[in-house]
């Protein structure tokens, strides 16, 4: 499946999380001080504004919130938001839909990774039915 991604802009905030990227780990901010998870990462907690913040290792597991096809001249892609198990939502890409039935919200996904032009590994997502990936 193809996914229509840029290439990112490294910043100082988002360059540690695309590092993990790159080794296909999906990370979210984790705050130490009032323990919350916060997407994206940022140099402070957005819940308790403390900077006592790193990322922590996400089991890359969800379900679908909301979803939307767009339609190219190149063919469709699936854009939604994703809430992650940690706690926190991710405006990301479907890729393969359940066995037998369009999206849902509510349907479980598990991340899968995606290669902008220029090399840089991206997390989206495909249909969790239990099966190994
Ligand atoms: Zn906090």
Redesign the pocket.
Known sequence: MTFPLLDPQPTPASAPWLEACLRRELRVGM??????A?FYPRAF??????D??SLAFSAGRGSVYAWTEVQTRNGPYTVAYVRLDDGVTLLTQLGRAPRDAAWSSGARVRVAWAAAPGGQWLPVFEADEGDDP
């Not at 705050?31 to 919350?36: E, Q």
């Not at 907690?45 to 403390?50: I, M």
């Open positions: 705050c130490s001080t009032c323990g919350r916060h907690c957005p819940h308790c504004h403390a006592d913040v």
